[in-house]
């Protein structure tokens, strides 16, 4: 079992900045593939970012290219997700995952959830 708790959500002006972190309770972690995901009222849940184990690789939804980078940091079980040029449809729920890593990060099966931080961006 890996018990992952996000941080740093908050409100924010569009276009400014945003940085969450996601604390993992075991250093198994750092064999583990990771994602944000983000979820609005109303709308299904969507894969933002996602890394692979060693950091190596990267996916990013084509809404959050260029604004949104992911990263971690395996000595302190801690994933991120730096955010920039916030806009008001960032607005959302992001949670933060762990699962098994796959040559596809999109293909990643996540077991492991975080509680989720709100994130809001007022226009």
């Known amino acids: 079992q890996v018990q992952l708790v996000e941080s740093g959500g908050g409100l924010v002006q569009a276009g400014g900045s945003l940085r969450l972190s996601c604390a993992a309770s075991r250093r198994t972690f750092s064999s583990y593939a990771m994602g944000w995901f983000r979820q609005a009222p109303g709308k299904e849940r969507e894969l933002v970012a996602a890394?692979?184990?060693?950091?190596?690789?990267?996916y990013y939804a084509d809404s959050v290219k260029g604004r949104f980078t992911i990263s971690r940091d395996n000595a302190l079980n801690t994933g991120y997700l730096q955010m920039s040029s916030l806009k008001p449809e960032d607005t959302a729920v992001y949670s933060c995952a762990a699962g098994a890593d796959r040559p596809q990060l999109v293909i990643v099966r996540y077991d492991y959830w975080g509680q989720g931080t709100q994130v809001t961006v007022s226009s």
């Open positions: 890394i692979n184990w060693s950091g190596a690789r990267t």
